[in-house]
């Protein structure tokens, strides 16, 4: 965030940034330790590890089979000639989109786009594109992490559809049915009998079709195996009986109050918005919480017939091992 008075040179910087940065090996390797730290963090964390392995056991030939910080071999070895390759194949206008968001007008803003990012030509090449096509799945699959930790945890991941797809809305609500507050379906069954600290059901709003993912973290003493039978019981339930009205209802007040806090600030607005870009269409931002207020409780018993199938379905254990 800067003051309105800044923008032309910030905007002057980023637009440099986008053609003349200077990719140096005296620059990588100090810069390869700080990413091998986060890599490293995110290793220790029982549920960034497990969520790496469900990933790649779900998803053969898409991309969303790596993790977005790769593998550690990636981030020590990758070649500065690789690093400097796809900054030229990717880092051009036509493959951009400048959000600015604040106090500022509109003519005046998009002739420092122009003068500053238009100097530029397209991409000498076309962008490559993403071109697998995820086989289908054909039958449940399973992963288990054995680690160094204290805790366990249960995560079961559906197909689900892309984050612009007219069934998110939709899917949204079942997650906030399933696991927000004291009432869901999962609180009740397993947190509200310390079987679990906490449960969370989230669709992922990707690009592409992604997952639908549960996660139950395990309270001292549960059982994985129990944890996961409640979790499946309930998911069958809800796809067999649906969900009442009011619990339809009470979701729908939920994230309709989430996504308004979310865009509490410049800030805010400008992630909230660069999310739904990077989704692939920008105007889900003004038009998504108007799908989320129309969803009845026939959506989501439709949707959770439709997509928490279990022939759909990767479901990881992180069963943590105890060094003595």
């Not at 003519?107 to 420092?112: P, R, S, T, Y």
């Not at 366990?152 to 797809?165: F, L, M, Q």
């Amino acid at each position: 965030e800067v003051g309105n008075e800044y923008l032309e040179g910030y905007m002057a910087i980023e637009a440099d940034r986008m053609r003349n940065l200077l990719l140096r090996e005296d620059d990588r390797r100090p810069e390869m330790t700080v990413v091998r730290n986060e890599f490293e963090i995110g290793e220790n964390d029982p549920v960034q590890a497990l969520d790496k392995e469900i990933f790649a056991t779900a998803y053969e030939a898409h991309p969303y089979h790596h993790s977005t910080i790769g593998w550690r071999s990636d981030i020590e070895k990758v070649p500065i000639e690789k690093l400097r390759a796809f900054y030229d194949t990717f880092y051009w206008p036509d493959n951009a989109t400048v959000s600015v968001i604040g106090d500022f007008k509109p003519e005046a803003a998009l002739g420092l786009v122009m003068k500053y990012y238009g100097v530029y030509p397209k991409a000498p090449n076309a962008i490559p594109q993403v071109y697998p096509d995820e086989p289908a799945q054909t039958g449940p699959r399973r992963v288990t992490v054995r680690r160094a930790g204290e805790l366990g945890v249960v995560g079961i991941s559906y197909k689900s559809p892309a984050a612009s797809h007219e069934d998110m809305a939709a899917l949204n609500v079942l997650g906030g049915i399933l696991s927000s507050g004291k009432t869901s379906r999962f609180y009740r069954a397993l947190t509200d009998k310390n079987l679990t600290t906490s449960v969370s059901a989230d669709a992922g709003l990707f690009h592409d079709p992604s997952l639908f993912q549960i996660y139950a973290y395990l309270a001292p003493g549960a059982g994985h195996e129990q944890v996961e039978k409640i979790l499946r019981d309930e998911i069958a339930r809800v796809a067999r009986d649906g969900v009442t009205d009011a619990e339809a209802a009470m979701a729908v007040r939920k994230i309709s109050a989430n996504i308004a806090y979310a865009r509490d600030g410049t800030a805010a607005v400008a992630a909230s918005l660069n999310e739904w870009i990077a989704a692939g269409d920008w105007t889900l931002y003004s038009t998504y919480p108007g799908r989320v207020a129309k969803v009845t409780m026939s959506d989501v018993k439709r949707v959770a017939q439709k997509y928490l199938v279990e022939d759909q379905s990767t479901t990881g254990w992180f069963v943590p091992v105890v060094s003595r």
